[in-house]
Structures are given as C-alpha cells and as structure tokens.
C-alpha cells in the first residue's frame, strides 16, 4: 500500500489559516488523496478527497501537487472546535480499505 | 437523531469471556465497516459487509465474528476475550461499497482484565 507522510504535530493560533503537509511519493495513478480527522474521544470524520485537482468543500480545501506526491490540507480559518488528529491516507480507487497512519496532531490556541 | 450508534460505549469484562458489541446506522447506507483502535491510536478495519455480505476480512482472528442480521445493523461478537483485545472499536457505514465518505460511530472502549 502507498503510504504517506505527515509531521506528528502542529500548533496554530485561532482564527488564523492552518496549512497540513502530506507526502505521498510513491502515489500511484488510481489512489485518491482522503482526508479525515478525529476529535477527542470520536470517531474518524471525513473531511476531504481528490485525485487530481484542488477541492474546496465547507470544511477545508485540498491542494494538491502538480505531481501529486504531496498535498496540503488547508482550514481556512481554524478554531478550538478544529484541535483533532488529522489524517492524510491514499486511497486506491473505489477499495474500501482505507488505511490510517499516524496523523498530524493540531493544536489550536486561543 | 444519531447517524452511526453502538452500544454499550464502554465494556469492562475479564479473560475468556465472550462479549458482543452492536452497531446501528440510519443513513440507510449498504455498507458498514468495523475499525480497531489500539492503544497507539493506530486505527485499522477489520471487516466490512455490504448488504448483509461480507467483503473485506482482515487477519483477524476467528474470535471475532461479525454478524449483519440487516443491512442497517452490524453487530460484532467476540470470543474468548484476550488482554490484547482491548482497544476502541469503531463502527462506520458508508451509501455503498467504495463510497468516498465512511461515516463513523462514537466507539466502544474495551477493557479486557
């Protein structure tokens, strides 16, 4: 399976934009770039997906290299509620199979 | 109101027992999931059914037997509870299999003791 990299954590100040790396490398041309994230004591929540293109949704957008082997999650304008660990994970195709990594751990503060 | 529920949200039992966890969802989704959360956070999907079948087993161990009665429930039953079994269990769901977006419940912390 590709795998991904992303730091271990990160820190930005409330109500300013967050920007999370991802590396993927070794991305091949049918895996989707899937972000989801977990709060405290949660399940996993999706957040974002594509394969090529940026994406925008109303909760982040998702830039993504002209070669694909990195994407950046972007939170436009982070807040408390956003503290969460963050995962970037590589998708291959329609497989159900989603496989977590670490994640980036976000802290947010006031 | 609850998209993906399970029940009980905590389960404390001793070795050797056996013990079911119960997962519901109301999205009227086809495809349910369920994840593994070991004490390191790593979270891993040990099954998937959709419409009641199953599709993806992981190596897991046969103790572990996940039943779908109906397609908007996935129940997971454990046998002979080891120590190594204790984790989070997430359930999830999803419109079909391949779907973008899974849909997760709140979990159910297993102790084992």
């Known amino acids: 399976d590709a795998k991904t990299t992303q730091p271990n954590s990160m820190e930005s100040n409330e109500e300013e934009p967050v920007h999370l790396p991802c590396n993927h490398s070794?991305?091949?041309?049918?895996?989707?770039i899937h972000w989801y994230r977990q709060l405290p004591s949660q399940g996993p929540e999706y957040v974002i997906h594509?394969?090529?293109s940026n994406v925008n949704n109303r909760m982040a957008s998702l830039a993504i290299a002209e070669d694909r082997k990195s994407s950046t999650l972007i939170l436009h304008r982070a807040t408390l509620r956003d503290a969460a660990v963050y995962y970037c994970?590589?998708?291959?195709?329609?497989?159900?199979?989603?496989?977590f990594g670490k994640g980036t751990r976000l802290h947010i503060l006031p | 109101d609850t998209a993906v529920s399970q029940t009980p949200k905590y389960l404390v039992t001793q070795m050797g027992n056996d013990k079911s966890i119960k997962c519901e969802q109301n999205?009227?989704?086809?495809?349910m999931y369920w994840y593994k959360q070991d004490s390191k956070k790593f979270l891993k999907i040990m099954f998937s059914?959709?419409?009641?079948?199953?599709?993806i087993n992981e190596t897991v161990p046969n103790r572990f037997s996940p039943k779908s009665p109906d397609k908007a429930h996935l129940n997971l039953h454990i046998n002979s509870l080891e120590l190594g079994d204790s984790a989070v269990y997430f359930c999830?769901?999803?419109?079909?299999?391949?779907?973008?977006?899974?849909?997760f419940g709140p979990g159910t912390r297993l102790t084992v003791l």
């Open positions: 999830a769901s999803s419109w079909t299999s391949g779907s973008n977006e899974q849909f």
């Open positions: 994970i590589l998708r291959f195709n329609r497989d159900d199979k989603i496989i």
């Open positions: 070794t991305i091949s041309g049918t895996d989707y």
């Open positions: 594509g394969l090529t």
């Open positions: 999205l009227g989704h086809d495809t």
């Open positions: 059914y959709n419409n009641k079948e199953l599709i």
